[in-house]
């Protein structure tokens, strides 16, 4: 089975995929497979441009935990969305060095639901977990993703709302 872990960075997906990891989880970091889709670099943004399509097509279905925030777009039996508070995130993101403007892209993607709402467009919903990390630790993140893939918990999304934290980024 090929299981994503996506979210908006700075939500917890490499922390978490290195603790699935260390308990016998097959992982492949979307960052270690995406060099050779690499179109250019857009400067503006601070980001790589990814052949996306490509990307997706070359891929193939291992039987691993695909962790990057890309990874919903990928053909995954079952898809993690990580979530975090906007302000906390901020934080997170702050303190990786992100620029003022990256910060602010992120935390809007983060309070519209951006990678959920691209999720729900490719995947069946009882394929989608969303799971607000906001007060879990990594090691609970993790034991909930273990409960989902083995189907001991059902999927659930749509309670995380962030639209409070909306009016703070204008």
Not at 34 to 41: A, D, F, Q, T, W
Not at 86 to 103: A, F, H, N, T, W
Not at 104 to 132: F, M, W, Y
């Amino acid at each position: 089975m090929m299981a994503a872990v996506t979210g908006t960075p700075g939500t917890g997906k490499s922390t978490v995929a290195g603790i699935l990891e260390a308990r016998g989880f097959n992982v492949i970091r979307q960052n270690d497979t995406v060099k050779p889709y690499i179109l250019e670099r857009d400067s503006e943004r601070n980001a790589d441009v990814i052949d996306e399509d490509k990307w997706y097509e070359e891929f193939g279905k291992p039987d691993a935990v695909v962790e990057g925030h890309l990874t919903h777009i990928l053909d995954a039996d079952r898809v993690v969305i990580l979530r975090l508070r906007p302000d906390i995130l901020s934080q997170r993101l702050s303190s990786r060095g992100y620029p003022e403007e990256k910060v602010h892209e992120n935390l809007e993607a983060e309070c519209l639901d951006s990678v959920l709402i691209e999720t729900l467009d490719i995947h069946p919903e009882e394929h989608i977990l969303e799971i607000d990390c906001t007060f879990l630790t990594p090691e609970e993140t993790a034991d909930i993703i273990e409960e989902f893939l083995a189907g001991k918990v059902g999927y659930s999304f749509g309670n995380t709302d962030w639209s409070d934290y909306i009016g703070t980024l204008v």
